[in-house]
Nanobody
Framework: QVQLVESGGGLVQSGGSLTLSCAASGLAFDSYSMSWHRQAPGKEREWVATIRPSGGVTNYAEFVKGRFTISRDNAKNTVYLRMNSLKPEDTAVYYC???????WGQGIQVTVSS
């Protein structure tokens, strides 16, 4: 059974930083791309970033480019999202997503105060 568990969320002031972690189990982690998504209140879930299996290729949504960094440690079966220069509009529940459309973490709240 595949399981994704996010951690590292919380409350931060505008301009601050947070690092989210997503620990994976039940899959050949180093064989799959992983991604982060988010859902703000009253909005649809949106894609944030993706990292390829080796970690050498990453892609970002325009609204986080230059501020967020996705990375992974295949030895620890963990993917990270480093978020810098946070803005109030980054407030959302952040989700880790696996290689299939039905593989999601439980989500973790990130709140950025102005």
């Amino acid at each position: 059974q595949v399981q994704l568990v996010e951690s590292g969320g919380g409350l931060v002031q505008s301009g601050g930083s947070l690092t989210l972690s997503c620990a994976a189990s039940g899959l050949a982690f180093d064989s799959y791309s992983m991604s982060w998504h988010r859902q703000a209140p009253g909005k649809e879930r949106e894609w944030v970033a993706t990292i390829r299996p080796s970690g050498g290729v990453t892609n970002y949504a325009e609204f986080v480019k230059g501020r967020f960094t996705i990375s992974r440690d295949n030895a620890k079966n963990t993917v990270y999202l480093r978020m810098n220069s946070l803005k109030p509009e980054d407030t959302a529940v952040y989700y880790c997503k696996g290689p299939a459309d039905n593989i999601w973490g439980q989500g973790i709240q990130v709140t950025v105060s102005s």
